[in-house]
């Protein structure tokens, strides 16, 4: 199994472009998660799934969209990127709520 | 909102020391959990605790449940270099809404 894999690793961004961050999980996981990493600040939730088709906000969702067509793939789309979200980005999956959570490496993203 | 506060923020060790990290809140949590993100990659679970007052182990890691739901704690024996990294605490709460700790970075002196 490879898990968790996220790509790209790396992306720069000019202020207003859009993008789309890919995650696909392998572990046939109901649940995903996109996570923000920013020094000293932990982790904060942006969007999460529980299944194909549903998504809800997490904590941080502004500027973002997520969407899940199927039970591997949970891309995350930034419309209009902006400076403040530059950060490192995670995705997660979960067998179930309450299980603990696979991530994959992450994407670095600066927006310049 | 609920919060989670870990500490120390980053601690200095030498090499054969023995680490003690916690996090507290002021809120109740039905489980917690230990991860370790070493650079570049995704935190990895190290240990999860379930139950009140539970204290469990995985080799030289061993971490514990607080009796009042409200506290956890890691502590590593005899570190070793592959120690170094960042370990997160995460609590889930009655909602299963995971609440993050700001990591406690661990560095050991050469």
């Known amino acids: 199994n490879a898990g968790v894999t996220q790509t790209p690793k790396f992306h720069i961004l000019k202020i207003g472009q859009s993008m789309t961050l890919q995650c696909t999980q392998d572990?046939?996981?109901?649940?995903m998660y996109w996570y923000r990493q920013d020094p000293g600040m932990g982790l904060k939730l942006i969007y999460y799934?529980?299944?194909?088709?549903?998504?809800d906000k997490g904590e941080v969702p502004n500027g973002y969209n997520v969407s899940r067509s199927t039970t591997e793939d949970f891309p995350l789309r930034l419309e209009l990127a902006a400076p403040s979200q530059t950060s490192v980005y995670f995705c997660a999956s979960s067998y179930s709520e309450g299980s603990p959570l696979h991530f994959g490496n992450g994407t670095r993203l600066t927006v310049t | 909102g609920q919060q989670l506060n870990q500490s120390p923020q980053s601690m200095f060790i030498q090499e054969g020391e023995d680490v003690s990290m916690n996090c507290t809140s002021s809120?109740?949590?039905?489980?917690w959990l230990w991860y370790k993100q070493d650079p570049g990659e995704g935190p990895v679970l190290l240990i999860a605790l379930y139950k009140a007052g539970e204290l469990t182990s995985n080799g030289r890691l061993t971490a514990q449940f607080g009796i009042t739901r409200k506290d956890s704690f890691l502590n590593i024996s005899a570190s070793i270099p592959s120690d170094v990294g960042i370990y997160f605490c995460a609590a889930l709460d009655s909602n299963y809404q995971l609440i993050w700790g700001a990591g406690t970075k661990l560095i050991i002196k050469p």
């Open positions: 572990m046939n996981h109901n649940y």
């Open positions: 799934s529980v299944g194909a088709g549903i998504t």
């Open positions: 809120s109740i949590f039905n489980t």
